[in-house]
């Protein structure tokens, strides 16, 4: 009998223009939790995919529990008690938490002896005791589109628990929560460990594979380069073997010479549908050459800020400045010709097409504009030119290049062409909103390093982080918001991590 509760020898797979996972062996222990690690692309999500079922091997085998896997498909991975919580959330945002739990093998009962019907009652209860188990606190009834993002993980989690998975994998189950989130994903994931679960965590993010996990496979460009304990290697280790090279943890930053004022927010009010002020009286500037940041716990209304001034969001009051321009009320596009670049929170559903490929996306901003596009006709060779010199410029990987379609790269790979896109528009005023957000630490290392470059070309840079470690190492002011409010804007030397801590906190002088 094998020691591996999971098992995979020599899988290779591969991809139009790509080969994902390249004669890959490791083996997994029941009740440990085992990290997979790597960059971007590097082919984590692929393998454990592989094992839930998504794709088939094109070369070697799989074993569960000692048994070779024959048949690979999620309804197999299910009946071997396989579950995933996926990186994007297969949710139907109109269904209750329950409904979602439930799909595909809905409980019935009969009423009358013969009617058949959805067990709906008794199964709410099932899941609020599941729930209570696990420390979950999910609210069986509340449907999915009224839930945050980190609520919506835990319905996930529950559709595994309820399914009655053993085998529980997590793909970056912490890129999209805060740190107070993330905190308590780790302890659950502990809870599941001590209720005898087997944990697979694909993630980049070095801290909690330290925080939790047993042993780390370190995957780069979809070969295994080291399995090690996670106690006795360090971080420093590990990012070198996922990276392939030494990285830095901390950048060199320049002496701070703040230039003339580029941006301007003045006395900023905006509502939400119920006529709420989510951003209450707000006033801030920033000067070329200064990275302004905004430090808070999420949904304080950071987003809202950056939101209003990029012109996704309606303001109730108050102006904005760009340029010694107002534009208060001026279109996205026109705002981005007055020379503004913006990095959204959300990569998928406001800083890309999803459909588009990775050449079309990068030329978003310019497409209208010579050499792309002369007299009405769209120059594609132009296109695809400009493309290949960001792909290099920005370590963009994708398995047919420019003409990769962006829904089929990783998150990471998303982000850093939104990145490339706004960067390259060399605009006097940049906004990045979670620009690190699931990105690796090479990935993260190399945009931090380009936020200081822009910097020193005296570009205006309104920073959004929930990174507190992001913001104390790259800010030169930092404005925190609290319930709407800016309680503080201070030189970011002047300030400790406790002090920003605090105020986000609500604590104030």
Request: glycine share 8%; with cysteine; proline share 3%.
């Amino acid at each position: 009998m094998s020691e591996y509760i999971v098992e995979m020898r020599h899988v290779t797979k591969r991809f139009p223009g790509i080969v994902a996972n390249d004669d890959v062996s490791l083996g997994i222990k029941k009740g440990e939790i085992f990290a997979l690690l790597g960059e971007n692309g590097a082919g984590k999500s692929t393998l454990m995919s592989i094992l839930f079922g998504m794709y088939e091997p094109d070369e070697g085998e799989v074993y569960v529990r000692g048994k070779k896997v024959e048949h690979f498909s999620p309804n197999h991975a299910t009946a071997m008690n396989i579950g995933m919580v996926h990186q994007h959330f297969k949710l139907v945002s109109n269904y209750t938490v329950t409904e979602n739990i439930i799909l595909g093998m809905e409980p019935q009962k009969r009423l009358g002896g013969f009617l058949p019907v959805v067990d709906i009652k008794n199964t709410n209860q099932k899941i609020a005791d599941l729930s209570k188990k696990f420390r979950l606190e999910v609210e069986p009834t509340k449907k999915i589109e009224d839930l945050n993002v980190s609520m919506q993980q835990r319905v996930e989690i529950l559709k595994m628990l309820y399914r009655e998975a053993e085998i529980l994998i997590f793909d970056e189950p912490t890129a999209v929560l805060t740190p107070q989130e993330i905190e308590f994903l780790l302890d659950i994931i502990r809870e599941m460990r001590r209720n005898g679960k087997t944990i697979i965590l694909i993630t980049h993010k070095l801290e909690e594979i330290k925080q939790v996990a047993d042993r780390c496979a370190i995957l780069n460009r979809g070969k295994v380069v080291g399995i090690c304990d996670v106690a006795e290697t360090s971080t420093k280790k590990m990012a070198e073997l996922m990276v392939g090279r030494e990285v830095s943890f901390t950048q060199e930053k320049s002496p701070f010479r703040p230039g003339e004022v580029k941006l301007t927010v003045d006395h900023l009010v905006v509502k939400n549908a119920d006529g709420f002020p989510v951003v209450n009286d707000v006033s801030f500037s920033v000067r070329g050459g200064e990275i302004f940041a905004i430090a808070g716990v999420a949904g304080n209304g950071q987003v809202e800020i950056a939101d209003a001034v990029a012109g996704l969001t309606k303001v109730s009051s108050g102006t904005i400045t760009l340029g010694g321009k107002e534009i208060t009320d001026a279109a996205v596009r026109a705002r981005n010709r007055q020379g503004l670049a913006y990095i959204p929170e959300d990569r998928q559903s406001w800083g890309l097409i999803l459909d588009f490929t990775l050449s079309e996306n990068l030329l978003l901003r310019r497409y209208d504009q010579e050499p792309y596009c002369v007299k009405g006709v769209l120059h594609r060779e132009k296109f695809d030119e400009k493309s290949r010199q960001l792909i290099e410029q920005f370590d963009i990987r994708s398995g047919q290049g420019e003409k990769t379609v962006v829904r089929s790269m990783s998150g990471g790979n998303q982000q850093k062409a939104i990145v490339a896109r706004e960067i390259d528009q060399d605009a006097p005023c940049i906004i990045f909103v979670q620009p690190t957000r699931g990105l690796d630490i090479g990935a993260i290392e190399n945009i931090h390093r380009q936020i200081l470059e822009e910097r020193a070309k005296g570009k205006a840079i309104l920073l959004v982080s929930l990174e507190l470690d992001e913001i104390m190492s790259l800010a030169d002011t930092i404005g925190v918001i609290y319930n709407g409010q800016l309680l503080k804007i201070a030189p970011a030397d002047t300030m400790s991590t406790n002090e920003v801590g605090q105020y986000m906190m609500g604590v104030k002088e």
